[in-house]
């Protein structure tokens, strides 16, 4: 169906072969790549909510793990302090009193109560509310301990608890002895601690002392008698941990985002400060001690208040999503927040670990380039593949295609007749010119054709041994060649003495620019005389024209002469004609005449016989006899006038064929002549104006015009040499071609050969 | 006497016209099978074959040329195998008569031969004219020849 070559089909064929599973291959990828894309969204969103919700688990941890270690930490310090208290006696009362302002740590109110000295042992503990001043015992528990230390005193039978030395600090820094833990809450509860170390036990968890929330252990002291009169307090603020603060601060959720604690409820905290939404551990410290409750996203929603709701109804390591949108104070920008919290309920902590959603997006633009540059190899390497396979094909083609391609070219040199040629493709043996040629790159690769066993091998051999058969033939053609190399060599000789004549040139021309000056002078004489030759030629235009125009009468005059010879000639014959019918009657008057004579004679004869009475009658016939005789004798003249009269026609007929054809002969000629001397004006005519040109060329350009028309004589001379040369050349060329021609006629003979 | 002129060669001769029955023109002979090589061929002479003599032959010249003047001249002959048969002379220049008076006729110095079948004349206008004698040109021998 096409009309391709066997290479060209080879080659077609290789392509398609590695373009195919390219296309295909690209093709599956670039499908591939939308599927493997969703999915690897879906695969990242689990992922960054596990990583996120992780972030959340592990402050959780944290958080869970320092609770019980800085719980432990409290019953340690717990012990000791007790320790040293039991080394430092017996707890018991004296007198006399001190008068207190005893201050309610929930609602301030201060009320005077007078309570007597609490004493350990001997020492007692004096009012110190200075922390430069040593309080015996608590100052020894905290220095060793490093927790804070309380010792309450009983004030009433409710149990509330006045603290009477403290290592605990007010806000400005003092001591804050004299406030007192009501049995009772302002809620109307009874105080947990209260009510457990009135029932004789350890009360141990979170409180809220003076201000902050601290791990705590409250342990009840009792007399000799075994009274509870106070309590033993050991606290460590809760927040003080640094090592957890610093983990969470610096918990880094994704790429950007980070940790943030909150308080949950405000629930056994002062009244003066509501608690919750208060941050507590936040990234760089960034919103520490701030309120974030009323923190809206873009659509107004108070995203903390609704996580703070539901956060605490999660149980421990239940985590809560959500996804918020958050405009950027800074740059105005909205970002998508993921949100994971959970509840860590003994220290009423919400754990907020938050990521933007655009922390993950690079692993999916990773994952997304990583597929686009594996189509882009896909399709690169389909590409190479490609070009793989053309230059295979290419080759392989070549391998296939060539010997033939080189078969079908000796085949049609062949074929052409260019013997040689084939011979030299093949690698003929016998063609000794071809033998010369073997070593270049296609006779070895003619080589390597016939030394293959393969079909295109044998038709290879084949066609060489064709040829060698067919060189045979040549040995005439060679001898041509001989010639033709000889006559080459004389044209090369004859070209080297052109090349002298052109050396002579050269000399010429500097002997030109030596005779400028000379030549100028002449230039004037010469103009003068184009002068002349103008006038001249215009002259013999207008003679010419003058000779054309007589030349056009002549003929114009010999045109009708020889018509008018024309009419005489027919004239002539008519009267030869007449000529002839004159005759004809001739003939029948000496017919008659003949008849009158014979008549006569007969009649002569019976008057003879009748004697006297035929007398008359034979004067009679003696007179008729006379005119026959007359007659005969007149006819003879007139046929003799005849014939001269024929005679003179016909010699003027033929002096008048002659005459017409000599005077057509001229009309030729006049007519040539008037048509030689139209072209002489037209060259007189056509010279004058091109002598005006040189005239004006001249006249213009004088000196130049000069020096060139004499250089023209020498130049002249070296043509004339260069002409012996050429007619050298000439002879020279007419013998190559004359060999060439033998050659030819010996090719020709071998083409029919 | 009146005679006829008529050229035998190149000699003229002169026959008496008595001797003449008819000079007839020439005419396209019948070749039949000739007795003799001086016998022309036969005509029709008014419904008889005749035959025709070439003078010329005859007297051992060359033969008449077939020419307007060249004419038949049928003279009576007879023999004593054939008595009364006309008998055609074959001459040329058949144009002319003469007449010949007796003194013309008698003047000849010469001895008349016998046997000679022609005496010459001389006349005034014509030169000498030989009288042509036909008993003697034509004996019996040759009569019987020609008509048999």
């Not at chain 1, 457990?196 to 002291?221: C, D, H, I, K, Q």
């Not at chain 1, 003058?546 to 027919?570: D, F, N, P, V």
Request: net charge negative.
């Amino acid at each position: 169906m096409f009309d391709l070559n066997l290479r060209n089909k080879i080659i077609i064929l290789g392509v398609l072969a590695a373009l195919v599973p390219t296309v295909t291959g690209s093709l599956l990828v670039y499908w591939k790549e939308q599927r493997v894309n969703a999915q690897m969204q879906k695969a990242i969103d689990n992922y960054s909510y596990q990583l996120i919700d992780r972030a959340a688990d592990d402050a959780y941890s944290t958080v869970e793990i320092s609770n019980s270690m800085i719980q432990k930490y409290v019953d340690h310090s717990l012990s000791m302090g007790q320790s040293l208290l039991k080394y430092g006696g017996e707890v018991h009362f004296t007198n006399p009193n001190v008068t207190w302002n005893a201050i309610n740590q929930f609602n301030l109110k201060s009320t005077t109560v007078s309570l007597p000295r609490f004493m350990v042992g001997n020492t007692w503990l004096q009012p110190n509310p200075d922390f430069k001043i040593k309080t015996p015992i608590i100052d020894e528990v905290t220095d060793i301990t490093t927790a804070t230390c309380t010792i309450f005193q009983r004030i009433n039978e409710a149990g509330d608890m006045l603290r009477v030395a403290t290592s605990v600090p007010n806000k400005d820094g003092s001591r804050a002895i004299s406030t007192y833990i009501p049995a009772v809450n302002p809620d109307g509860k009874p105080n947990p601690v209260i009510a457990s170390v009135l029932g004789g036990e350890t009360f141990r968890g979170r409180a809220f002392v003076v201000n902050n929330w601290y791990m705590t252990a409250y342990a009840p002291l009792r007399n000799s008698k075994g009274e509870i009169i106070g309590m033993f307090y050991v606290g460590i603020r809760r927040d003080a941990a640094p090592a957890m603060r610093k983990i969470l601060a610096e918990t880094q959720v994704g790429k950007t985002g980070a940790i943030y604690i909150l308080y949950a409820t405000s629930s056994g905290a002062s009244e003066a400060r509501d608690l919750r939404g208060e941050c507590v551990i936040s990234k760089d410290a960034k919103y520490d001690g701030q309120n974030l409750i009323n923190e809206q996203d873009v659509d107004g929603k108070y995203y903390i208040q609704d996580i703070l709701q539901h956060a605490v109804k999660l149980r421990p390591n239940e985590s809560g999503e959500m996804h918020v949108m958050l405009r950027n104070p800074a740059n105005g920008e909205v970002t998508h927040q993921i949100l994971q919290y959970q509840y860590f309920k003994p220290w009423d902590w919400v754990i907020i670990a938050q990521a933007p959603q655009s922390d993950f997006d690079e692993a999916r633009e990773n994952t997304h380039r990583e597929l686009r540059s594996l189509l882009y190899l896909s399709i690169g390497g389909g590409v190479i593949g490609l070009a793989i396979a053309i230059w295979l094909a290419l080759f392989i083609s070549a391998h296939i295609a060539r010997p033939i391609a080189q078969v079908t070219v000796i085949a049609g040199r062949i074929a052409e007749g260019n013997l040689l040629e084939a011979g030299q493709l093949a690698g003929a043996e016998t063609c000794s010119l071809t033998k010369k040629r073997i070593d270049d790159g296609n006779s070895s690769v003619t080589e390597r054709f016939s030394k293959t066993r393969d079909e295109t091998g044998r038709l290879f051999c084949a066609v060489r041994t064709m040829i060698d058969n067919l060189y045979s033939l040549i040995s005439q053609v060679k001898s041509a060649s001989i010639q033709l190399i000889s006559t080459a060599t004389q044209i090369s000789a004859t070209s080297k003495q052109q090349e002298s004549t052109v050396q002579n040139f050269g000399t010429s021309t500097s002997e030109i620019a030596a005779a400028v000056k000379e030549i100028s002078a002449t230039s004037q004489e010469l103009l003068k005389t184009m002068d002349d030759v103008t006038i001249v030629a215009n002259q013999t235009g207008s003679q010419a024209a003058a000779a054309h125009t007589s030349i056009g009468g002549m003929e114009e005059a010999m045109r009708k002469l020889a018509q008018s010879t024309g009419t005489i000639s027919s004239k002539l014959s008519i009267i030869n004609d007449k000529a002839n019918n004159i005759g004809s009657v001739i003939t029948t008057i000496t017919k008659v005449a003949d008849q009158t004579n014979l008549l006569s004679l007969n009649a002569a004869i019976e008057a003879e016989k009748a004697g006297e009475y035929g007398l008359g009658f034979s004067v009679v016939a003696r007179e008729i006899r006379r005119l026959a005789d007359q007659t005969a004798v007149a006819t003879l003249d007139i046929e003799q006038m005849i014939r001269e009269m024929q005679t003179s026609v016909s010699t003027g007929v033929m002096e008048m064929d002659k005459f017409s054809e000599e005077v057509r002969r001229g009309v030729d000629t006049a007519s040539q002549l008037g048509q030689q001397f139209g072209r002489i004006i037209d060259q007189v005519q056509a010279l004058t104006p091109r002598f005006e040109a040189v005239h004006e060329g001249m006249q213009a350009q004088s000196q130049g015009a000069q020096q060139i028309n004499d250089a023209m004589l020498q130049l002249t001379d070296a043509a004339r040499q260069s002409a012996v040369s050429i007619r050298e050349f000439n002879l020279a060329a007419e013998q190559l071609h004359r060999a060439v021609q033998g050659l030819k006629e010996e090719i020709t003979k071998f083409k029919v050969a | 006497m009146l005679a006829l002129l008529f050229t035998i060669g190149t000699e003229r001769f002169g026959l008496d016209a008595s001797e003449i029955v008819e000079v007839a023109p020439y005419v396209e002979l019948l070749h039949g099978s000739q007795p003799h090589d001086f016998v022309a061929g036969e005509f029709s002479y008014r419904g008889t074959p005749t035959p025709i003599i070439d003078l010329g032959l005859l007297t051992g010249q060359s033969a008449c040329p077939p020419l307007l003047s060249t004419r038949i001249i049928l003279v009576r002959r007879a023999s004593p195998k054939y008595p009364d048969r006309i008998i055609g002379l074959l001459a040329e220049k058949v144009t002319e008569t003469v007449t010949i008076t007796p003194a013309q006729l008698h003047t000849t110095d010469q001895q008349i031969d016998e046997a000679a079948f022609k005496t010459p004349l001389t006349l005034d206008g014509y030169g000498t004219v030989q009288l042509l004698h036909l008993d003697r040109l034509l004996p019996t021998v040759v009569l019987d020849l020609v008509l048999g």
